[in-house]
């Protein structure tokens, strides 16, 4: 049996394993199974490895995708840029184990952020690569990412490669391109039209809270992003939605960072 899983602390709030029981099903793929794997410290990580010897491979939730890669062996470029491993491939050789980290969140946001800015009609701009491919970078448009944890750190990396500013927003902010929720004014609400929630404010079980901003600067020309899929609607994006924002949940990039973490697994390479 190849056995996948979800490690994380809590996971009551995880959609992991109904998804891919359901793919299994649906794709009739065979010999698989996947669990969930809550561990109340990192420190349990390699527990997990060595007593479950049939698993190939691991996806990573709040609050270890920045701790989890000092126990990796190999980290793929992007994870390593973005400094956030949500993706664990677990190579079983004759006499070692090797574990090499990716990250597929930025992956899974950037599939489903671009056609809300498309549809959203933001000024882009087309800019012609070296191996000719081309490369859209979206303009006049900036971004409040709520929160400084592994999720906002592959949002930030997907912005930046979609030439968005940015800045985070933090309850104890520090460094640059950081700022403290209660400086967040009315020309701040104005000037950044996209507000991405990274933080875990209003995840199940404790669905009544929400990030602090005042939203009642909203406008219809912005965009309310929310991470968390369960609930399927937050408060954040309920207060949104009462002042005819386009709200968008984090299923979708959930649904595409699980097939980007399957095809990882399943790779010769």
Not at 10 to 20: A, I
Not at 223 to 246: A, C, M, Q, R, S
Request: with cysteine; aromatic share 10%.
């Amino acid at each position: 049996m190849r056995v996948f899983g979800l490690i994380g602390f809590p996971l009551t709030h995880s959609f992991s394993v109904k998804y891919f029981l359901e793919k299994f099903k649906r794709e009739k793929i065979s010999g698989c199974s996947y669990q969930n794997f809550p561990i109340s410290s990192i420190e349990l990580f390699q527990s997990i490895i060595k007593s479950n010897t049939g698993l190939e491979g691991l996806n990573v939730t709040i609050p270890y995708k920045g701790s989890v890669m000092a126990h990796l062996d190999r980290i793929e470029d992007t994870a390593k840029e973005i400094g956030a491993v949500n993706t664990i491939k677990i190579s079983r050789l004759k006499d070692q184990i090797i574990l090499t980290g990716f990250n597929t969140d930025a992956y899974g946001f950037r599939e489903s952020l671009i056609p809300i800015l498309e549809r959203h009609k933001f000024r882009q701009k087309i800019a012609v690569i070296q191996d000719k491919k081309t490369k859209i970078e979206y303009s006049h448009i900036k971004a409040l990412i709520l929160g400084t944890g592994g999720a906002a750190k592959s949002v930030a990396y997907e912005l930046n490669q979609l030439n968005i500013d940015f800045v985070n927003v933090s309850r104890s902010p520090s460094g640059e391109k950081r700022i403290a929720y209660n400086t967040i004014d009315e020309e701040m609400m104005r000037t950044h039209l996209l507000i991405i929630n990274t933080s875990p404010l209003g995840m199940y079980p404790a669905v009544y809270e929400y990030p602090d901003i005042p939203y009642q600067y909203l406008t219809s020309d912005h965009i309310l992003y929310d991470l968390i899929y369960n609930p399927e609607e937050t408060e954040f994006l309920k207060k949104g939605k009462e002042k005819h924002v386009v709200v968008k949940n984090g299923y979708e990039m959930l649904t595409r960072q699980a097939e980007k973490s399957w095809e990882i697994w399943n790779s010769k390479s």
